[in-house]
């Protein structure tokens, strides 16, 4: 059966001449049995052939068949030739008419009302076949309801077509726009996966270097600092690898690696750890929390470990060789507050920002994206009488 429906869609004229070679068979025996003689069943042959022609082309040619059907009634009408089997086509004409969707609604409604004049007019030429008064009327109501009907029943078919190609262009440009969302999903992810990766490299570098050039100055004078150096710098390129793995892991198949190089993102408890290992890098770093500290979003803990993170190591790149750094962390009833403030040379900071220093100025621009993210507010400059601060403020709730 589904064999038998796809071979009708694709090749509907070819269906429609299989009716047509029915119909036609039909019709020659319907004029066999026409009773008024040979001029008769003569007269009733072209109205055969042409509406044959009508049934068979009436999806090619949908318009010119029409009016064809309707030139084949005129001449029916004026040789008096009735109603016989070929005149189904009449119907079948007019319903495709109305169901299909390249002809105007215009010419539909037209064909509409030529369908329903059929019928008077042949009740008019015909009317002393039958019985005068409301018989006549009757007959001619009878008539019309077969031209109604196809109308009626093409129109809810190009209806509907027409509703499931909407239905159709939607799905489609649903999927489009999924598309489209999921691209700029993909892109803002590879963004953040770039600020990660920025964060772990600027950060443990830079100790590692302190630490190397530390080594490498007590070397010979105090080997076991030296040693003490050497472990810091293996521990902290341990770390930094994990953290690399675990972010390009993500890059590559889209979803973190459960694996056991797999590192969890930073979150708040970890800003100590991340003050002890740079105060073992040789920066001096006081570290200090207000207020009751609790479990929050994931988003704002990671937030403020990256900018803790990104504000000590351009002090440790930017602010001197004596240096001096403060973290302050405040628990909010409705955030957490963050100061981090140095008493280097700001001024390094300032290019910093805008790329001068670093060479690349993705710090504090990156320091505001992460703020932004999360609807946070970031405040950085000098302070006065030297040295820079940052100030950020995390909500709990977006804004």
């Known amino acids: 059966m589904q064999r038998l429906y796809d071979f009708i869609r ?23 049995d026409i009773p008024s003689g040979p001029s008769a069943r003569l007269a009733a042959v072209p109205p055969v052939l042409t509406l044959t022609a009508v049934l068979a082309l009436r999806r090619k040619w949908t318009v010119p068949m029409f009016w064809l059907a309707v030139a084949t009634g005129a001449y029916q ?15 079948v004409v007019l319903y495709t008419v109305a169901a299909a969707s390249d002809v105007s609604r215009r010419m539909s409604r037209l064909a509409f009302g030529i369908g329903l004049t059929a019928a008077p007019l042949y009740a008019v030429r015909f009317g002393d076949q039958v019985d005068k008064g409301s018989d006549t009327f009757l007959f001619t109501l009878f008539l019309m309801v077969p031209f109604a ?64 050039d530390g080594a490498a100055y007590v070397m010979d004078v105090a080997p076991e600092q030296a040693k003490e150096a050497l472990q810091t710098i293996s521990g902290t390129g341990r770390q930094a690898l994990a953290e690399m793995r675990r972010l390009l892991g993500v890059l590559r198949t889209g979803e973190p690696q459960d694996s056991e190089d797999y590192v969890p993102q930073p979150d708040v408890e970890q800003i ?22 609790r479990k929050l979003p994931s988003g704002v803990e990671l937030t403020a470990y990256r900018i803790v993170q990104e504000a000590l190591t351009n002090t440790r790149k930017h602010g001197g060789p004596d240096a001096r750094a403060s973290v302050r962390l405040v628990y909010f009833d409705d955030g957490l507050g963050l100061l981090v403030e140095d008493d280097g040379r700001g001024a390094a900071h300032e290019l910093y920002e805008d ?14 994206e992460r703020i932004g993210m999360v609807g946070g507010t970031l405040d950085a400059g000098p302070r006065p009488g030297g040295g820079f601060r940052i100030s950020a403020l995390l909500p709990l709730k977006k804004r």
């Open 355 to 368: 790329g001068g220093a670093d060479g690349a100025g993705h710090g504090l621009i990156g320091m505001r």
């Open 10 to 32: 694709r090749h509907p004229t070819g269906v429609d001449c299989l009716w047509a070679v029915l119909l036609l068979g039909l019709s020659l025996l319907s004029v066999v």
């Open 77 to 91: 009408l004026a040789l008096g030739v009735q109603v016989q089997t070929f005149d189904l086509a009449m119907l």
């Open 272 to 293: 100590e750890v991340l003050v002890e290992q740079v105060r073992a890098s040789g920066l001096t770093v006081d570290f200090e929390i207000e207020g009751a500290p």
């Open 149 to 212: 009907l196809a109308w009626v029943m093409g129109d809810s078919v190009r209806t509907r077509r027409a509703y499931y190609a909407q239905l159709v262009e939607r799905n489609h440009r649903l999927e489009k726009e999924r598309e489209a969302q999921a691209k700029v999903a993909v892109a803002a992810e590879r963004a953040r996966i770039a600020r990660e990766l920025h964060d772990v490299v600027a950060h443990n570098v830079s100790v590692m270097v302190v630490q190397a």
